[in-house]
């Protein structure tokens, strides 16, 4: 039958498992929703007035060993699971696996470019639409070569992380250099704005001239502006994509594949899930450990700490997620209904859920809101992302409760299945 899982046949603990991975995505994007691109990816200065304290150290450190990549890659675990199970529905029905996921991966690629270009530029569905098609394909393979393609693909992650591990450690002092000092003020001259920002920052987003315009663009407007920047940082994720963790949440995907076919989700599955769980967080700990330490023992200016957070992060990212999943599919729906329930609904409505986290932090930080662009330490806008997602977690119970699926979802499942 061409038709979506009815609610009351969900899977409780992917749901969960989802609705936490909601929770460690905006922990990460928040740095990218209240502050310029290129203070993350280009260690350039921080707006003028803000600073890191200890405990903003501390936030980020804990942030980047426990959730970077980690809960995207959940994400991306499920989106292949998922995938993975409607084809399976379309094969026991005999139909093709091609249609609906052509529908379902048109439709995220549009989101995506809207949530994109219109509202925030660190979009991931974007890049999910596109994977969404290699897996589809993968899908048909057997057993024998889904592992082929897999292990090939994290062939290609650990070559890229050696490779960036090595640039890093050999050209720490030159990437350092290439910061540009902060330029003296000309009292005669306003500031630099918008597109010629970018030209005077020769379109180095850690430039102090880029950093100073995208604050002010994004904090005071006006809307072009902020249109131009959210551009650009929508184009540099697109590009960065096949040279980073692109590879990552295809690898993902593809495990995600394998869940589904293995039952590894399943209901009689809980000791298998209990001992991978077990198994993979207490090999990846060690290497989250490692994505941190270094930058406390040797220096945030060391190319050696750089070279070895990198590498902590990258095996960090491999391991823990899938043990996150199946430590959250067991034992999430054994949790308390108070904490369960939010949880859960906002899985349940997880695109609805994804583009509200980008809706909320946008409004908070953008000048159409509060304008707390640039204003604010790890510290507070951490707190801050965590209010955001607890808060949709309780809309999104009483949503589920009162109304059913999510906008996003009813328009997503329309697409797929038709009017019925």
């Known amino acids: 039958m061409n038709a979506p899982v009815p609610r009351l046949e969900r899977n409780a603990g992917i749901d969960f498992a989802r609705g936490m991975a909601l929770l460690g995505i905006i922990l990460v994007n928040a740095r990218f929703f209240f502050l310029p691109i290129g203070c993350e990816v280009g260690q350039g200065p921080l707006p003028e007035g803000l600073g890191r304290s200890t405990l903003d150290w501390a936030v980020y450190d804990a942030v980047d060993a426990l959730a970077t990549f980690k809960f995207i890659s959940i994400f991306s675990l499920l989106f292949g699971f998922g995938l993975a199970q409607q084809a399976a529905r379309a094969a026991a029905s005999g139909r093709s696996r091609w249609p609906n996921a052509l529908r379902r991966l048109a439709l995220m690629l549009a989101v995506g470019a809207v949530h994109g270009l219109v509202i925030w530029y660190g979009d991931i569905l974007t890049l999910y639409a596109l994977l969404g098609l290699l897996v589809v394909a993968c899908i048909g393979l057997d057993d024998r070569w889904l592992r082929r393609v897999t292990i090939g693909v994290l062939a290609v992650i650990l070559l890229i992380t050696l490779a960036g591990m090595a640039l890093q450690w050999a050209f720490a002092d030159a990437v350092a250099a290439a910061v540009p000092a902060e330029p003296a003020a000309d009292p005669a001259a306003g500031p630099v704005r918008g597109f010629d920002a970018m030209l005077a920052a020769e379109f180095n987003p850690a430039s102090p001239e880029w950093i ?17 920047f959210r551009a650009a940082g929508y184009l540099f994720g697109t590009l960065a994509a096949p040279f980073s963790y692109g590879w990552q949440s295809f690898m993902m995907m593809l495990l995600g594949v394998w869940a589904q076919r293995s039952g590894l989700f399943a209901a009689d599955a809980s000791g298998r899930r209990r001992r991978l769980a077990t198994r993979l967080i207490l090999a990846g700990l060690p290497f989250a450990a490692l994505a941190v330490l270094p930058w406390w023992l040797l220096g945030r200016e060391s190319g050696a700490a750089m070279a070895l957070t990198g590498l902590g992060l990258s095996l960090s990212a491999i391991l823990l997620p899938v043990g996150y999943a199946c430590l959250a599919v067991e034992f999430g729906p054994r949790l308390p209904a108070i904490l369960r329930a939010p949880v859960q609904a906002a899985g349940s409505i997880g695109l609805t859920v994804y583009l509200g986290e980008s809706i909320v932090c946008t409004m908070i930080a953008s000048w159409w809101g ?6 604010m330490g790890d510290a507070r806008f951490t ?4 209010g955001v997602w607890a808060a949709l977690a309780v809309a999104a119970l009483a949503w589920t409760r009162f109304v059913g699926d999510g906008p996003m979802e009813r328009l997503w499942r329309w697409v797929t299945y038709g009017p019925r």
């Open 370 to 375: 509060l304008a707390m662009f640039g204003t």
């Open 212 to 228: 100073e315009a995208e604050t002010s663009a994004f904090r005071t407007g006006p809307w072009h502006e902020a249109l131009l």
């Open 383 to 386: 707190t801050v992302a965590v």
